[in-house]
C-alpha cells in the first residue's frame, strides 16, 4: 500500500524515500485505511472479506488519498471492485495491474469511470464473462460472488457456507419419473454451478443437510415469510421447487442471477 501511494510499486522495494514518506504521512495513511474500512460498509462488506485478496483494494486506498470528493465516485468504485473480484483481475501480474490502474486514475481526474474500466480488456464488460461465472463450479469465484450477492442479508460476524438449493445428493439417486436420462445427466452437470448455489449460515446449513428444496420451502409457515425466502435467495416467481422440475429452475434462476450480475457490474 505504502509503495502505491509513495513508490514504484512496479518494483515491490520500499526504499528509504518511501519509508520516510510513509512515516511522515503515517497518521493520514491510517485515516485512508479507516475510510476504506468505511467505503465498503456503504457496500455491507468488511476488510475481513478480503483477507485472502488485498490487493483488489489498493486502487481504491489510491483514490481515497487523492481524491477528497472520492464519495461522489462510489458507482465507479463500486464497479471497479466486483468486476477486479469476479473477473479475477489480480490472478497474475499484479505490480504491473496495480500500476496500470494507478496510472488510469490519474489521467481520469482520480476518478474511475466506465470508459477507464472499458479500456482494460480484463476490467470491461461483456456476456461472456457474465456466463463464465455462470457456470462456474462451486469453488472460490462462486464464493467470492455468492458473497457479494448476499452482502444485504448477512449477519455481522456470521460464518456462511455455500450451499446447494436442491441437495447435491439428490442427483446421485435415480431420475424422478418423467425425466429423461439425458436430462438427468446434464443436470447432474448443473447441480454445482451458481445457479444451484446459495450463501446460507452455517447453523441453517446443518438443519438443512440434505432437505429436498420443496420440504425446505414448505418448512416455512407463514406467507409474508414464504415470500421473503424466495427474494433473499433469489428464487424466481412462478418457478417448481420439486426436483423433477430442476431444469426449468436452473434455466429461471440462471437468468434472474445473470440480470443482478449486470446490475452489480455496470455504471
Known sequence: TALMLYGDVVKSCIDKTVAFTLRDNWNLFKNHL??????????NLDLSDFSKKWNVLLPIIYLISRNPDYKENLNGIRCYLY???????????????LSKLRNAINEYNFSITEELLEQIPELSLNNQK???????????????VLNILYADKKFPGGKY???????????????????SLENWREWHKNRDRLPNLQLLDKFS?????????????????????????????FIPENCSLELK??????????ELLKNKLFELLSF
Do not use: C
Not at 473477473?87 to 504491473?96: K, L, M, W
Not at 438449493?165 to 418423467?178: N, Q, V, W, Y
Open 34 to 43: 479507516s475510510e476504506l474500512k468505511n467505503l465498503l460498509s456503504m457496500f
Open 83 to 97: 468486476r477486479a473480484m469476479f473477473f479475477t483481475y489480480f490472478q497474475n501480474g499484479t505490480t504491473g495491474k
Open 130 to 144: 457474465i456466463e463464465d461465472i455462470l457456470i462456474a463450479e462451486k469453488g472460490n469465484l462462486t464464493g467470492v
Open 161 to 179: 457456507d455455500q450451499d446447494h438449493l436442491h441437495p447435491r445428493s439428490a442427483f446421485d439417486k435415480t431420475p424422478p419419473i418423467g425425466v
Open 205 to 233: 446449513n446443518q438443519y438443512k443437510n440434505d432437505l429436498p428444496l420443496i420440504e425446505w420451502y414448505n418448512s416455512v409457515q407463514q406467507t409474508e415469510t414464504r415470500e421473503n425466502f424466495k427474494l433473499e435467495k
Open 245 to 254: 422440475d430442476f431444469g426449468d429452475f436452473y434455466i429461471k434462476r440462471k
